[in-house]
T-cell receptor, first 111, second 113 residues
């Protein structure tokens, strides 16, 4: 079956690093995604990683994938107050055109 | 560049009234289209998706329906709204091929009273 789980809440101070974790259950996942949702807005695609990669870095964002443990993480370096939002991870299974989303992690960045 | 539009942005409707939410995509052809609902618990629930005109797949049984009358137009409808239909409705598109990353519209906030 397919299930994506995330912790619901993370609080950090401005300037610190944030690490948002996600676990998934289906080993046939081909792509994994991170989305950001600000209050009252749609989801914004932040980054993605292929299932045959271990790491992807894009400016302040680092995605780590441990396929053996089915664990995905998003690290935000030098977190800013503007990073406060809900972050969703999502997986795409091989042969499917739909994504399965986690329930989202609310990141609160305090000054 | 591609853009996705949704309207209306907000809607307040009484129980039992009909619903029509519209989503249009510009700048791409033959997109996959999706309707999601996000309730108070924040999770995203996939309602419908479409890989072509007139082709609709329903993920969750409910009193909602979807239609795709044109390549880049996706409509979410209901004949009679329930209180439980309240939520934030998001439309998304993805390319016909490739990574299948989805791009979301700004959403419609629906309150059923």
């Amino acid at each position: 079956g397919e299930d994506v789980e995330q912790s619901l809440f993370l609080s950090v101070r401005e300037g610190d690093s944030s690490v948002i974790n996600c676990t998934y259950t289906d080993s046939s996942s081909t792509y994994l995604y991170w989305y950001k949702q600000e209050p009252g807005a749609g989801l914004q695609l932040l980054t993605y990683i292929f299932s045959n990669m271990d790491m992807k870095q894009d400016q302040r964002l680092t995605v780590l994938l441990n396929k053996k443990d089915k664990h995905l993480s998003l690290r935000i370096a030098d977190t800013q107050t503007g990073d406060s939002a809900i972050y969703f991870c999502a997986e795409r299974l091989s042969g499917y055109s739909t994504l399965t989303f986690g329930k989202g992690t609310m990141l609160l960045v305090s000054p | 560049s591609q853009t996705i539009h949704q309207w209306p942005a907000t809607l307040v409707q009484p129980v039992g009234s009909p619903l029509s939410l519209e989503c249009t995509v510009e700048g791409t052809s033959n997109p996959n289209l999706y309707w999601y609902r996000q309730a108070a618990g924040r999770g995203l629930q996939l309602l419908f998706y479409s890989v072509g005109i007139g082709q609709i797949s329903s993920e969750v049984p409910q009193n909602l329906s979807a239609s795709r009358p044109q390549d880049r137009q996706f409509i979410l409808s209901s004949k009679k709204l329930l209180l439980s239909d309240s939520g934030f409705y998001l439309c998304a598109w993805s390319a016909y091929r490739g990574l299948n990353e989805q791009y979301f519209g700004p959403g419609t906030r629906l309150t059923v009273t």
